[in-house]
């Protein structure tokens, strides 16, 4: 990789710029077509490479193929990541800062005191120690998730593009919309795609390849309650607002919460409620690393709900559960060289590998159950939906040189 000539900063630090948040209340595809401003822009920079069949389709994905360069018949290689940025927090006008040679301290960001990033609040800064650290400027979040993978699979492109001595088989580029309201892959043309493995660039610490997601599910406690007029209401009115009310404050508030949960630990967490007197909706999603475990939580949520609506005889409710994703390892584990190549890549590039699990999804739990096998890999992105995300640029220069020696691995393997 000395011939490794970066240009993930530049990039990233054109491609966070571009509001992309996605809207979970849209019904279109992208749920916002300013999605569509940073597809474009990533398209005619796949062309100006040379990728001739770089293209933005009408649902906001990105295709585009690096043809093979070795007489080899190797598996065609899917590198993905997604667009959009968090709802959670604002992508308007981001304006990012780079903070030279960090030395371990606090970093200050220019227009948001209160938003100081601290080592005790943020460990992995100290492993930072002499690199280069990208913020906003305290106002907006950053867009590291996922703008970080995206500028690291151009780099990667750009570099063997530019370097035809690198031999790879058939590479496919997807970028994908909406991945961060659970629609990402929604849309996308596994046919047209035509790759046989993949994996996503969406991971935080360097190093660091996921191959096991939550299974995840949603739930939609609807509440019917009994409305009447406020002054005749007594021993008639059943409110539906007060009713769902109940059910939250009856969920355990030591266990099965995002906030009382690590490692392994499933959950149920509400993150919707509106409502009236007479109907309200109560929205949760549900997860844990077994699958099974899903059931056992709703059930264990429904019983709650049901021991609280008992006590209303004019009140009713339904329970309505949506599948999300799955566990991604159950596929993962059927194709044990993705994993193996994808840890030899890390080591390759100069740094520790190391198998991890993700309390969360990526695009890649969904592919893998459509066909195409999808770990992980660290892009470097830290404290994602907040105002306080960050990411090192060396991190996303190491990211970008895992995804060139892996495409070499896998053709030096056939």
């Known amino acids: 990789m000395n011939s490794f000539e970066h240009t993930v900063l530049e990039r990233f630090l054109r491609y966070v710029t571009i509001d992309t948040q996605s809207d979970p209340a849209s019904k279109t595809y992208p749920s916002t077509m300013k999605q569509k401003d940073l597809g474009k822009v990533l398209t005619e920079e796949l062309k100006a490479m040379g990728i001739k069949d770089a293209e933005l389709d009408e649902h906001g994905y990105v295709y585009a193929t690096i043809p093979g360069n070795t007489e080899k018949q190797v598996p065609v290689l899917c590198f993905c990541s997604h667009m ?15 903070h030279k040679k960090y030395d371990g301290g606090d970093l200050l960001l220019k227009n948001a005191p209160d938003q100081t990033i601290r080592p005790e609040d943020h460990p992995e800064l100290l492993e930072q120690i002499g690199n ?9 979040l950053l867009g590291a998730d996922n703008k970080a993978g995206v500028a690291e699979i151009m780099d990667a492109a750009f570099h063997l593009m530019k370097h035809p001595e690198v031999k790879h088989g058939p590479i496919r580029i997807l970028f994908t919309p909406d991945e961060e309201i659970g629609r990402g892959v929604d849309k996308v043309n596994m046919k047209k795609l035509g790759a046989q493995f993949g994996y996503t660039m969406d991971g935080a610490t360097r190093g660091h390849i996921e191959d096991e997601t939550f299974s995840a599910d949603a739930v939609t406690l609807t509440i019917h309650g009994h409305s009447t007029h406020p002054g005749f209401a007594k021993g008639k009115m059943q409110s539906a607002i007060k009713i769902a009310s109940q059910i939250i404050g009856s969920l355990p508030r030591d266990k099965q919460s995002p906030e009382t949960t690590e490692k392994k630990e499933g959950f149920f967490h509400p993150v919707h409620i509106e409502g009236t007197i007479e109907k309200a909706v109560l929205k949760f999603i549900i997860r844990d690393f077994e699958t099974e ?57 100069g740094i520790k590998s190391k198998r991890t699990s993700i309390r969360g999804g990526t695009d890649g739990s969904r592919l893998s159950f459509m066909g195409l096998p999808c770990p992980n890999i660290f892009a470097g992105e830290h404290a994602f939906h907040s105002k306080q995300e ?25």
């Not at 280069?132 to 907006?140: E, S």
């Not at 056992?296 to 006590?311: F, P, R, S, T, Y």
């Open 293 to 349: 475990g899903l059931k056992k939580l709703e059930d264990q949520l429904k019983a709650i709900a049901e021991k609280v609506v008992k006590h209303y005889d004019k009140a009713r409710m339904e329970f309505t559960v949506t599948e999300q994703y799955r566990n991604m390892k159950e596929v993962l584990d059927k194709h044990p060289e993705v994993m193996k190549y994808a840890l030899e890549a890390v080591e390759r590039a």
């Open 132 to 140: 280069d650290i990208v913020t906003t400027d305290g106002t907006t």
């Open 84 to 98: 959009d940025t968090s709802p959670d927090c604002t992508g308007k006008d981001v304006k990012p800062q780079v």
């Open 390 to 414: 960050w990411v090192s640029v060396q991190d996303m220069e190491k990211a970008a040189e895992v995804i060139v020696h892996l495409c070499q691995i896998w053709a030096e393997r056939v």
